[in-house]
């Protein structure tokens, strides 16, 4: 922070005098804040001659922000409470380097602290504090009126049920909610979400502060900071809108909320959990019409989408879809289903939940609370003529062993498990009790997948790598120099990620005769791995390096989603 030095450089620079800087160190000692404010304040220097003085003096710029009109995205760059602890003020933004304004190029700590929060470079330019100041009073007046001006998407005109309560303060929270401001802000976050294509909302309270934050592209980024105040009407809002009961604050509560956002009709799933200083609120984003069904278009290499094709047109058996939550398992099985649908089969679903909806197709919600669970919707499946069965997720034995006795006995069977990549899911079965004979002679193809990020078109580069960088992460000698790989340099259609979208990674493995005697004799992954590799099977890590030779993904993003072969 300044200190008695900036008093002493400026008492040598003859812009005050001694007597001046005595004076203030003395108010200083009593009031607190800056030596430069309590110079200005006293009037013994003006704020621009300091500011001039700091740029020169520590080689750093000077912007001036008066009449400025500063992006609101920019503005957004930082949270508040930062700008306000430090007195600074990002106002441009280029690539991924944010220019901030500073009353203190001498706080190194401050300047550290912002890279790390916002993950870009940070250039600092000199200001004056009082510009900084009022601009940051007018974020906060524009925060307290809940972003008043923002045109109101019609949401509340939804229709939902309300119990009459005798709780004074419930009331209270109640009236808080239908307040114009409140509306328009939930609206705000909710239409900025689709419209930034985010896949969750996550809206979190904090003992001394109320963060929303966006998942866009399968990484978190901080979208604003309300009012603390705020905090319970803003929640409340969306339990009301989720059909949820607002006074329930103790247990975890689920709920859809459905809306139109411009052309788009797009569901939501919303899941409350109570945590320390509230209730912590997350929505999936469920929009249709970003939903792609065409297998051809996923991600798959051509080996890879013929050997899964071949697998889903076979009149019996077990197809596994494996992979983390959120890798897009679900797109998957969906793409499957709609090649699969026609008029002359009939194809049941059990999900929970059931995302899209999709014509043709007999879709079940699973119900817990009353006993409507995977294994009991497949048993009734059974007795309902089916060609084909997607199960949402194989969770336990009983499930299994109920989805491979139906992949015995004339059915094609899809599902999915939680499992690192394909040849261990073999292993995840057989540790549910799942016999090995079973296992062979059920199981047609075990599909793996990831989701990385694409290089955003509009700011592709192409990037010089060493290498040894190439060889460490998987590519062979002979690939070397017959490919330039890319990354994004930043630009505002990717709010300067350098990444636009997603692409899916997929590993096929087919279940031949060679796989089914090493299962049968109970071989472990990597034997079954070291022999799908010698099928042919592409690897999850081979998939990504394929599409960082074709410039669609970079290789930290393959390095972050996949292991090593």
Same mark, same amino acid.
Request: net charge negative.
């Given at each position: 922070?300044?200190?008695?030095?900036?008093?002493?450089?400026?008492?040598?620079?003859?812009?005050?005098?001694?007597?001046?800087?005595?004076?203030?160190?003395?108010?200083?000692?009593?009031?607190?804040?800056?030596?430069?404010?309590?110079?200005?304040?006293?009037?013994?220097?003006?704020?621009?001659?300091?500011?001039?003085?700091?740029?020169?003096?520590?080689?750093?710029?000077?912007?001036?922000?008066?009449?400025?009109?500063? !992006?609101?995205?920019?503005?957004?760059?930082?949270?508040? !409470?930062?700008?306000?602890?430090?007195?600074?003020?990002?106002?441009?933004?280029?690539?991924?380097?944010?220019?901030?304004?500073?009353?203190?190029?001498?706080?190194?700590?401050?300047?550290?602290?912002?890279?790390?929060?916002?993950?870009?470079?940070?250039?600092?330019?000199?200001?004056?504090?009082?510009?900084?100041?009022?601009?940051?009073?007018?974020?906060? !007046?524009?925060?307290?009126?809940?972003?008043?001006?923002?045109?109101?998407?019609?949401?509340?005109?939804?229709?939902?049920?309300?119990?009459?309560?005798?709780?004074?303060?419930?009331?209270?929270?109640?009236?808080?909610?239908?307040?114009?401001?409140?509306?328009?802000?939930?609206?705000?976050?909710?239409?900025?979400?689709?419209?930034?294509?985010?896949?969750?909302?996550?809206? $979190?309270?904090?003992?001394?502060?109320?963060?929303?934050?966006?998942?866009?592209?399968?990484?978190?980024?901080?979208?604003?900071?309300?009012?603390?105040?705020?905090?319970?009407?803003?929640?409340?809002?969306?339990?009301?809108?989720?059909?949820?009961?607002?006074?329930?604050?103790?247990?975890?509560?689920?709920?859809?909320?459905?809306?139109?956002?411009?052309?788009?009709?797009?569901?939501?799933?919303?899941?409350?959990?109570?945590?320390?200083?509230?209730?912590?609120?997350?929505?999936?984003?469920? !929009?249709?019409?970003?939903?792609?069904?065409?297998?051809?278009?996923?991600?798959?290499?051509?080996?890879?989408? %013929?050997?899964?094709?071949?697998?889903?047109?076979?009149?019996?058996?077990?197809?596994?879809?494996?992979?983390?939550?959120?890798?897009?398992?679900?797109?998957?099985?969906?793409?499957?289903?709609?090649?699969?649908?026609?008029?002359?089969?009939?194809?049941?679903?059990?999900?929970?939940?059931?995302?899209?909806?999709?014509?043709?197709?007999?879709?079940?919600?699973?119900?817990?609370?009353?006993?409507?669970?995977?294994?009991?919707?497949?048993?009734?499946?059974?007795?309902?003529?089916?060609?084909?069965?997607?199960?949402?997720?194989?969770?336990?034995? $009983?499930?299994?062993?109920?989805?491979?006795?139906?992949?015995?006995?004339?059915?094609?069977?899809?599902?999915?498990?939680?499992?690192?990549?394909?040849?261990?899911?073999?292993?995840?079965?057989?540790?549910?009790?799942?016999?090995?004979?079973?296992?062979?002679?059920?199981?047609?193809?075990?599909?793996?997948?990831?989701?990385?990020?694409?290089?955003?078109?509009?700011?592709?580069?192409?990037?010089?790598?060493?290498?040894?960088?190439?060889?460490?992460?998987?590519?062979?000698?002979?690939?070397?120099?017959?490919?330039?790989?890319?990354?994004?340099?930043?630009?505002?259609?990717?709010?300067?990620?350098?990444?636009?979208?997603?692409?899916?990674?997929?590993?096929?493995?087919?279940?031949?005769?060679?796989?089914?005697?090493?299962?049968?004799?109970?071989?472990?992954?990597?034997?079954?791995?070291?022999?799908?590799?010698?099928?042919?099977?592409?690897?999850?890590?081979?998939?990504?390096?394929?599409?960082?030779?074709?410039?669609?993904?970079?290789? $930290?993003?393959?390095?972050?989603?996949?292991? $090593? %072969?």
């Amino acid at each position: 922070m300044l200190s008695t030095k900036i008093g002493a450089i400026l008492l040598s620079e003859n812009l005050i005098t001694q007597q001046q800087l005595d004076k203030a160190l003395e108010v200083q000692k009593k009031e607190g804040g800056r030596l430069g404010s309590t110079l200005i304040k006293l009037g013994f220097v003006e704020e621009s001659k300091i500011a001039d003085f700091l740029s020169k003096q520590y080689n750093v710029p000077y912007v001036n922000l008066k009449d400025r009109d500063i !992006d609101s995205k920019v503005l957004n760059s930082i949270p508040r !409470d930062l700008c306000q602890k430090f007195l600074v003020l990002p106002f441009d933004r280029e690539g991924q380097t944010l220019k901030v304004a500073i009353a203190d190029p001498s706080n190194v700590y401050a300047i550290e602290e912002l890279r790390f929060v916002t993950g870009y470079n940070i250039k600092p330019y000199v200001a004056v504090e009082s510009s900084i100041r009022e601009y940051l009073e007018m974020q906060s !007046d524009a925060m307290e009126n809940a972003l008043a001006e923002i045109d109101d998407l019609g949401m509340d005109e939804m229709e939902y049920e309300q119990e009459e309560e005798d709780d004074i303060k419930l009331d209270v929270l109640k009236r808080e909610v239908e307040d114009t401001p409140i509306v328009k802000l939930v609206n705000h976050i909710l239409n900025e979400a689709v419209k930034r294509e985010a896949s969750d909302i996550h809206v $979190e309270p904090y003992e001394k502060s109320f963060r929303i934050r966006f998942r866009v592209d399968g990484v978190m980024h901080e979208f604003m900071r309300p009012p603390k105040k705020v905090k319970n009407a803003v929640i409340s809002r969306l339990k009301i809108l989720a059909d949820l009961d607002i006074a329930e604050r103790r247990l975890p509560q689920d709920g859809r909320i459905k809306l139109k956002v411009g052309s788009k009709s797009v569901d939501m799933r919303v899941s409350t959990l109570p945590v320390l200083f509230g209730e912590k609120v997350v929505m999936r984003i469920l !929009d249709k019409s970003n939903l792609q069904l065409d297998l051809e278009k996923l991600g798959f290499e051509q080996s890879s989408l %013929d050997k899964f094709i071949k697998s889903i047109e076979s009149p019996y058996g077990m197809v596994l879809v494996t992979g983390p939550t959120g890798s897009g398992k679900s797109t998957t099985l969906y793409s499957a289903l709609s090649r699969l649908n026609n008029d002359e089969v009939n194809i049941m679903t059990a999900e929970d939940p059931v995302e899209y909806n999709i014509f043709g197709i007999n879709q079940v919600q699973m119900k817990e609370d009353i006993g409507l669970n995977f294994a009991s919707a497949l048993r009734s499946f059974l007795r309902q003529d089916p060609d084909i069965i997607m199960v949402g997720e194989i969770r336990d034995y $009983e499930t299994a062993e109920i989805a491979i006795k139906a992949a015995l006995t004339g059915h094609l069977v899809l599902s999915t498990l939680h499992t690192n990549d394909a040849p261990s899911t073999v292993n995840r079965l057989l540790n549910m009790g799942i016999e090995p004979f079973l296992v062979a002679s059920s199981t047609v193809v075990i599909l793996a997948q990831r989701l990385a990020r694409k290089i955003c078109s509009s700011c592709a580069e192409d990037v010089k790598l060493p290498k040894e960088a190439l060889l460490s992460v998987g590519f062979k000698e002979s690939e070397i120099g017959k490919f330039t790989p890319k990354k994004g340099k930043g630009c505002d259609r990717c709010n300067g990620t350098g990444y636009k979208g997603r692409v899916a990674l997929y590993e096929v493995m087919g279940v031949t005769d060679g796989i089914k005697e090493l299962v049968l004799r109970g071989a472990n992954a990597n034997e079954i791995k070291n022999k799908a590799m010698a099928e042919g099977m592409i690897t999850l890590r081979r998939s990504g390096l394929e599409k960082v030779k074709k410039g669609v993904t970079t290789i $930290e993003e393959v390095v972050r989603v996949t292991f $090593e %072969d």
